[in-house]
């Protein structure tokens, strides 16, 4: 079992910048990737941003070259580095782990909010 928590999310202004952390405990070793989802109200989730094991990311278009995924292993942390934010980020960013053949873990969410 791997527990998620996300902080950093809040209120920014258009322009603004913040980073978003997702501390994972419990089985970590055997995590093979991790990202982020932001869903907005009325709107599907959407996936942000993936890291895995060997350091590859992949981002949506709607976010490359604004956000970092990053993730620290010696702290257990998975980031992501958000820049030059819009309204249109507005959601709530929730994190994920995936390990091989178990289910995905979920952490419970951070709202970001970004007001024009």
């Known amino acids: 079992q791997v527990q998620l928590v996300e902080s950093g999310g809040g209120l920014v202004q258009a322009g603004g910048s913040l980073r978003l952390s997702c501390a994972a405990s419990g089985i970590i070793f055997s995590i093979n990737a991790m990202g982020w989802y932001r869903q907005a109200p009325g709107k599907q989730r959407e996936l942000v941003a993936t890291i895995v094991s060997g350091g590859r990311t992949n981002y949506a278009d709607s976010v490359k070259g604004r956000f970092t995924i990053s993730r620290d292993n010696a702290k257990n942390t998975l980031y992501l580095q958000m820049h030059n934010l819009r309204p249109e980020d507005t959601a709530v960013y929730s994190c994920?782990?995936?390990?091989?053949?178990?289910?995905?873990?979920w952490g419970q969410g951070t709202q970001v909010t970004v007001s024009s």
């Open positions: 994920y782990a995936d390990r091989s053949i178990y289910p995905r873990s």
